[in-house]
């Protein structure tokens, strides 16, 4: 037996049925729309603060001015470098008062020094002095020697740690374009370590325990004639000073209407921030091989041409030296550098270079090369014997069968030639910035973000229900 219902009820349970539909459909849409919403917001946001953001460095609280210390090395009794009349402490003073100058001249900074005369300061006394203006970052100034007045160049030193680290980084990388750029031999930008693990330089030392990043600029060598063109006379220490005072406003992003300069719009790939110490390279180079050619005649003199390869997996050439006797003396060292006289540093990516060595007419040679890289660790080449220049123009004697061996090469005296790429193997050499590694700033606005997104769904959810309710109460009253 089949029941039919009243024409009316159908009529209105149907409708109402078809509301009910309805209703889920559009609160589904809500729903639905509200999250993939909140999931795009989510994703764009984590794209912008995982992703390198080029930045120019800026003061902790914008509307603060940056605060820095220059401090001029040495002083009083301590002279520092001596060198033919020139001393390091009265140098470092007049680079230091030359970039105040300069920094005076910019916009939204204060500059501090840690010594204005010729007086003697602790390390800890510069440091506490920092401390008590509020530095934003301590910048210790210096000229260099060596134990064999062989070395020359220029150089930054940072600490291995953390934010200090990074922010050390930051700065030093300017500062050594900078310094290149006058003509100067890149060196570097460091780390040292001490005995117990810390950071060798005391300042360094000192301004992690303060929380205030600190960078050595060792400007160049007194000793070594390649750097002497650089500092002969008080012009020098001028422009010294007021480079280190662009490399500051280059990396703090100021602003000089009196200098008509403007560094606002400079941006660069922030160093991510490590999670662990930052070590030297505490190895010699890993390979290294030698080609020599067949000794030739010119104006000059009689020339042998030398390929030499050489590789470190941590850190990159920096010198090259040889001897004619086996070892017993050495040359002066030479600059890695490509065919072209270019510096190899982070754009020239080679580990092979040419240059030539003369051949003695007087006495049969023995030579052997050595190479240096950014730590100053040396791996030496096997002997090649060379006999003299016969005046009849015969070239090799009873050495003329002897061929080159190459260390790593075995017995073939096949070379192998490995060619990576240069350029820094620390964390700040990679390209996107880790979570572990965001700033304060970074999570607050990822938490900010999540939470908005829930209170987002949450208000899409109620006006569902308050809806569905309101338009059931209306047909109720209609009824």
Not at 201 to 222: Q, S
Not at 455 to 472: A, E, S, T
């Given at each position: 037996?089949?029941?039919?219902?009243?024409?009316?009820?159908?009529?209105?349970?149907?409708?109402?049925?078809?509301?009910?539909?309805?209703?889920?459909?559009?609160?589904?849409?809500?729903?639905?729309?509200?999250?993939?919403?909140?999931?795009?917001?989510?994703?764009?946001?984590?794209?912008?603060?995982?992703?390198?953001?080029?930045?120019?460095?800026?003061?902790?609280?914008?509307?603060?001015?940056?605060?820095?210390?220059?401090?001029?090395?040495?002083?009083?009794?301590?002279?520092?470098?001596?060198?033919?009349?020139?001393?390091?402490?009265?140098?470092?003073?007049?680079?230091?008062?030359?970039?105040?100058?300069?920094?005076?001249?910019?916009?939204?900074?204060?500059?501090?020094?840690?010594?204005?005369?010729?007086?003697?300061?602790?390390?800890?006394?510069?440091?506490?002095?920092?401390?008590?203006?509020?530095?934003?970052?301590?910048?210790?100034?210096?000229?260099?020697?060596?134990?064999?007045?062989?070395?020359?160049?220029?150089?930054?030193?940072?600490?291995?740690?953390?934010?200090?680290?990074?922010?050390g980084m930051d700065f030093a990388r300017i500062e050594m374009r900078q310094l290149t750029d006058l003509g100067l031999y890149d060196r570097g930008i460091k780390t040292?370590?001490?005995?117990?693990?810390?950071?060798?330089?005391?300042?360094?030392?000192?301004?992690?325990?303060?929380?205030?990043?600190?960078?050595?600029?060792?400007?160049?060598?007194?000793?070594?004639?390649?750097?002497?063109?650089?500092?002969?006379?008080?012009?020098?220490?001028?422009?010294?000073?007021?480079?280190?005072?662009?490399?500051?406003?280059?990396?703090?992003?100021?602003?000089?209407?009196?200098?008509?300069?403007?560094?606002?719009?400079?941006?660069?790939?922030?160093?991510?921030?490590?999670?662990?110490?930052?070590?030297?390279?505490?190895?010699?180079?890993?390979?290294?091989?030698?080609?020599?050619?067949?000794?030739?005649?010119?104006?000059?003199?009689?020339?042998?041409?030398?390929?030499?390869?050489?590789?470190?997996?941590?850190?990159?050439?920096?010198?090259?030296?040889?001897?004619?006797?086996?070892?017993?003396?050495?040359?002066?060292?030479?600059?890695?550098?490509?065919?072209?006289?270019?510096?190899?540093?982070?754009?020239?990516?080679?580990?092979?270079?040419?240059?030539?060595?003369?051949?003695?007419?007087?006495?049969?040679?023995?030579?052997?090369?050595?190479?240096?890289?950014?730590?100053?660790?040396?791996?030496?080449?096997?002997?090649?014997?060379?006999?003299?220049?016969?005046?009849?123009?015969?070239?090799?004697?009873?050495?003329?069968?002897?061929?080159?061996?190459?260390?790593?090469?075995?017995d073939t005296g096949e070379v192998e030639y490995t060619q990576i790429e240069r350029g820094e193997t620390s964390p700040e050499s990679e390209g996107v910035t880790p979570?572990?590694?965001?700033?304060?700033?970074?999570?607050?606005?990822?938490?900010?973000?999540?939470?908005?997104?829930?209170?987002?769904?949450?208000?899409?959810?109620?006006?569902?229900?308050?809806?569905?309710?309101?338009?059931?109460?209306?047909?109720?009253?209609?009824r």
């Open positions: 037996m089949q029941t039919y219902l009243p024409e009316g009820i159908h009529y209105r349970m149907t409708k109402r049925f078809k509301l009910c539909i309805y209703r889920l459909l559009k609160g589904a849409g809500f729903f639905y729309t509200g999250i993939y919403g909140c999931i795009t917001v989510c994703v764009v946001t984590m794209f912008i603060l995982c992703k390198p953001v080029p930045l120019s460095a800026a003061a902790p609280d914008s509307t603060e001015p940056v605060r820095i210390v220059i401090d001029p090395g040495h002083g009083g009794e301590n002279l520092g470098a001596d060198h033919n009349g020139y001393l390091e402490k009265d140098m470092t003073l007049i680079v230091a008062e030359s970039m105040r100058d300069e920094l005076e001249k910019y916009e939204g900074i204060e500059v501090y020094m840690t010594r204005t005369s010729d007086v003697d300061m602790s390390l800890e006394e510069r440091i506490d002095y920092a401390e008590e203006v509020g530095a934003d970052f301590f910048f210790c100034l210096h000229f260099n020697m060596s134990a064999e007045h062989d070395m020359y160049g220029a150089e930054c030193w940072v600490s291995a740690f953390g934010e200090c680290y990074a922010r040292r370590l001490g005995s117990k693990g810390q950071n060798y330089y005391g300042v360094l030392r000192m301004g992690d325990l303060a929380g205030i990043p600190t960078v050595i600029i060792e400007h160049c060598h007194l000793d070594n004639y390649n750097d002497e063109p650089f500092y002969v006379d008080y012009v020098w220490l001028v422009r010294y000073g007021k480079l280190d005072a662009t490399a500051v406003a280059v990396y703090y992003g100021l602003v000089s209407d009196e200098l008509g300069l403007d560094y606002s719009d400079v941006t660069y790939d922030p160093t991510p921030v490590p999670d662990h110490v930052v070590r030297p390279d505490d190895s010699p180079p890993d390979q290294m091989s030698v080609v020599y050619g067949e000794p030739y005649q010119t104006e000059g003199g009689t020339w042998v041409d030398v390929e030499l390869s050489a590789s470190d997996s941590e850190s990159r050439m920096l010198y090259y030296s040889y001897s004619t006797d086996g070892g017993a003396s050495w040359s002066e060292r030479y600059r890695w550098q490509d065919d072209q006289g270019q510096l190899i540093g982070d754009s020239i990516l080679t580990d092979t270079i040419h240059t030539a060595v003369p051949v003695s007419t007087d006495r049969d040679m023995y030579i052997v090369f050595k190479v240096y890289n950014l730590f100053n660790l040396d791996t030496v080449s096997d002997v090649y014997y060379l006999p003299k220049m016969i005046p009849d123009g015969d070239i090799y004697s009873e050495g003329e069968s002897a061929s080159h061996s190459s260390a790593g090469s075995g979570l572990r590694n965001m700033s304060g700033l970074m999570l607050f606005g990822l938490i900010a973000v999540l939470s908005l997104a829930i209170i987002l769904v949450l208000v899409i959810l109620v006006y569902v229900i308050v809806d569905n309710r309101r338009k059931d109460n209306g047909r109720s009253r209609d």
